[in-house]
């Protein structure tokens, strides 16, 4: 065998060696991730119960989805929840990133321990804040052992106040993350700018409204985009936290597709809810998407 062949095997082997190796990964996902996807589409369309039916049934299983209650229940649940989960994630987001941009001491500190809570999965993180929420062995157990017999925070066990226990865990848990995304944008800005702009005579305040939050637009659309995702498909967090209760106070579509898909044998109900929660993350994802593509061009 000549050098010349030799290598020519070796330059096909360097080009199908990574084909080879991503090959299995590759077919894995497209078969459990998008055809999963397909076959839910499917079924929504389809009466099935318990089992899947190939029974179609057209757009039945939509109507009957927008005439329940509880789907309703869900929707604004989900609508209170992601709109305070997104804004107050980003308000203290940007206002952690610009604390920690300011070079202060401990910062090689500080910043790890805002990071933490992310390394938890929401499943832990609703449990904590299960047991701390709690009336009978979280906060309002301790205030009272200290001695301030009248406090009381029962939110947890409130129709009208649970679902924003739900935020202030979510938040808890990703605020760290966002500050992270919009630290990383501030200290990709350059400094001649802002030096430019000070001698110039602008305040801090000025500084920031005109120069530093526009250059961040691209981490606060980032930003914007995951949280909504996460919100849209929220429900180890809520599961964990509230049950979805009490009674359905804190029902969400993800608890709702999941409940009538395994719990209400109503498969085809489960699915259309499925659907409809995917094309609302596709029309977040698809635009933003489109829009770094044609930056990129």
């Known amino acids: ?100 941009d300011q070079k202060i001491r401990g910062e090689g500190f500080l910043r790890p321990i805002y990071l933490y809570p992310m390394a938890l999965s929401f499943i832990v993180t609703g449990t904590a804040w299960k047991w701390f929420l709690d009336p009978g062995i979280g906060l309002e157990r301790i205030m009272r052992l200290w001695g301030w017999e009248s406090f009381t925070f029962t939110w947890i066990k409130d129709n009208d106040m649970a679902i924003y226990t739900i935020v202030i865990a979510a938040v808890w848990q990703t605020s760290g993350f966002v500050m992270a995304m919009f630290l990383a944008g501030l200290r990709g800005i350059d400094n001649e700018i802002l030096k430019a702009a000070q001698i110039d005579g602008a305040s801090s305040l000025q500084l920031y409204r005109r120069i530093v939050i526009p250059l961040l637009r691209p981490a606060f659309l980032s930003a914007f985009v995951i949280l909504s995702h996460l919100a849209i498909k929220s429900y180890d967090l809520v599961i964990a936290l509230t049950g979805g209760g009490p009674g359905r106070a804190t029902e969400m579509p993800a608890t709702f597709m999941y409940s009538y898909t395994f719990t209400r044998n109503q498969m085809g ?15 977040i994802m698809v635009p933003y998407l489109y829009a770094e593509l044609k930056e990129k061009h």
């Open 269 to 283: 109900i489960g699915a259309a809810s499925a659907v409809i929660m995917l094309m609302t993350i596709a029309a």
């Open 1 to 100: 065998m000549t050098s010349s062949t030799r290598a020519d095997m070796r330059t096909r082997l360097q080009d199908w060696l990574p084909k080879v190796v991503l090959a299995p990964s590759l077919a894995v996902t497209l078969v459990f991730v998008y055809g999963f996807i397909l076959f839910t589409i499917f079924l929504s369309f389809t009466g099935s119960k318990m089992l899947p039916l190939y029974t179609f049934v057209g757009l039945s299983n939509y109507t009957r989805l927008w005439a329940l209650e509880n789907w309703h229940i869900a929707i604004v649940n989900i609508a209170i929840f992601a709109s305070l989960y997104i804004v107050i994630c980003t308000v203290l987001g940007l206002g952690l990133a610009i604390f920690l």
